[in-house]
């Protein structure tokens, strides 16, 4: 079964909509957590780091304050894209260490009208 | 120049065929995973090696630690075998992301 449940799997919403994706570990207790995302045809792209009961790290170019991660608890990490435009539909997924091997959830797909 | 490297980026084979697909890394590892996401997108982990080989039903993956290098290889290919495969290296800290190549993507034509 899936180790990593990423909700929702997609969602269309229109410009200056928040949306919320959540992360959950099913199996493991996760104190961090990655957040990748994927342009079409392109590779992976880490955005953030999900450190629980603390702040995320962010890579180089991604706005902290548009992608807001919140990692409350040991089995749940939130990305939370603020008012969204268009430039931000992609793919997002998130992914989880444990037991000995690297996790992922099946991704949430966000198209902004 | 990105630290894993893989070739070649687009492959198409005939069903049947023994295909190869390499990953060369440039950093410091504590293990190299195979990874296969589909067109929906999903991920799956294929293999976590850090040394030798391993095998599962018709998948193969090799490391090579002095030289840097892995492969992927898949034995009687099949059209369900399309899909992208993701060469990663990973550190020994569970806190650190995986370093991603760019991907493979396969096309096993019937």
């Known amino acids: 079964g899936a180790v990593v449940s990423q909700h929702p799997s997609r969602v269309i919403c229109k410009s200056g909509t928040s949306v919320k994706i959540e992360c959950r570990s099913l199996d493991f207790q996760a104190t961090t957590m990655f957040w990748y995302r994927q342009f079409p045809k392109k590779s992976l792209m880490l955005m953030a780091t999900?450190?629980?009961?603390?702040?995320?790290?962010?890579e180089q170019g991604v706005e902290k304050d548009k992608f807001l991660i919140n990692h409350a608890s040991l089995t749940l990490s939130t990305l939370t894209v603020t008012s969204a435009h268009p430039e931000d539909s992609s793919f997002y997924i998130c992914?989880?260490?444990?037991?000995?091997?690297?996790?992922f959830g099946d991704g949430t797909r966000l198209s902004i009208l | 120049k990105n630290e894993v490297e893989q070739s070649p980026q687009n492959l198409t084979a005939q069903e049947g065929e023994f295909i190869t697909i390499n990953c060369s890394y440039s950093v410091g590892i504590s293990a190299l995973h195979w990874l296969q996401q589909h067109p929906g997108g999903g991920i799956v982990s294929l293999f976590m090696?850090?040394?030798g080989k391993k095998k599962h039903g018709r998948l193969i993956a090799t490391i090579n630690i002095q030289e840097k290098h892995s492969s992927l290889h898949i034995t009687a290919s099949h059209p369900r075998d399309s899909a992208v495969y993701i060469c990663a290296a990973s550190s020994n800290s569970g806190n650190t992301p995986l370093v991603f190549g760019k991907g493979t993507r396969l096309s096993v034509i019937a």
């Open positions: 090696l850090s040394s």
């Open positions: 992914s989880v260490r444990g037991g000995g091997a690297q996790h």
């Open positions: 999900s450190n629980e009961g603390s702040k995320a790290t962010y």
